[in-house]
């Protein structure tokens, strides 16, 4: 079975200095991934996504992922928070019935 | 481009009544779905639509019903509320049914069953 573990449910990070959200799943095949952002009563949207393609994805506003498959990981970074980014952060793996199996989120706060 | 549209944003039921949520996509997206989000858990899977003419039971289907209406529309149906439905309903589209393909969620629907 495909899961999926984001540790630290609430971030604090201060603007400016760089976020970190941490991902692994287990998957018996490698899979595809993908990080979805929530803004407060919003849905999800997209940030980047993993297809077995280059390894390191670039994604919207700055994000990055580095899929490392020897780890069963997929971090999301970014060089340097900004206040929109405080938002809740979905790491999302893809099964073999075609559904997909989502963490239980990262809620980030920025500090000015 | 209005992307997906969900109805209503808000619905408060008593138990046992019933109600029908609205989600509609203008992307001409083939496939669509139904989650549920409750605090502390990612998205479930409630039913799902490949295609239009075509639904299949998600994670947790128990208690919900699915209408595809056509290619635009996809509704989810509580026949009898309980407060174990308590939760935040997304909808979400994409253009095919393909695990890579990126979905795309409506705002959603926040239901209290008292």
């Known amino acids: 079975a495909q899961s999926v573990t984001q540790l630290d449910s609430h971030v604090s990070v201060s603007e400016g200095t760089p976020v970190l959200l941490r991902c692994n799943y287990s998957?018996?095949?490698?899979?595809?991934l993908f990080w979805y952002v929530q803004h407060p009563n919003k849905g999800l949207q997209l940030l980047l996504k993993?297809?077995?393609?280059?390894?390191l994805v670039k994604g919207i506003n700055g994000f990055e992922a580095e899929f490392k498959k020897s780890e069963t990981s997929f971090h999301l970074t970014k060089p340097s928070a900004h206040m929109s980014d405080a938002a809740e952060y979905f790491c999302?793996?893809?099964?073999?019935?075609?559904?997909?199996?989502f963490g239980k989120g990262n809620q980030v706060v920025v500090i000015p | 481009n209005a992307g997906v549209t969900q109805t209503p944003k808000f619905q408060v039921l008593k138990t046992g009544q019933s109600m029908t949520l609205q989600c509609a996509q203008d992307?001409?997206?083939?496939?669509m779905y139904w989650y549920r989000q409750d605090p502390g858990m990612g998205l479930r899977l409630i039913y799902y639509?490949?295609?239009?003419?075509?639904?299949d039971k998600g994670e947790v289907p128990n208690g919900y019903n699915v209408s595809r209406l056509n290619k635009r529309e996809f509704s989810l149906r509580l026949e009898s509320a309980a407060p174990s439905q308590t939760s935040v309903y997304f909808c979400?589209?994409?253009?095919?049914?393909?695990?890579?393909?990126?979905?795309?969620f409506g705002p959603g629907t926040r239901l209290t069953v008292l």
């Open positions: 992307m001409n997206h083939n496939s």
């Open positions: 999302v793996v893809s099964r073999v019935n075609n559904r997909l199996a």
């Open positions: 998957s018996s095949y490698s899979p595809s």
């Open positions: 993993y297809t077995s393609a280059a390894t």
């Open positions: 979400a589209s994409s253009e095919l049914a393909e695990i890579t393909d990126t979905q795309y």
């Open positions: 639509s490949a295609s239009e003419g075509t639904t």
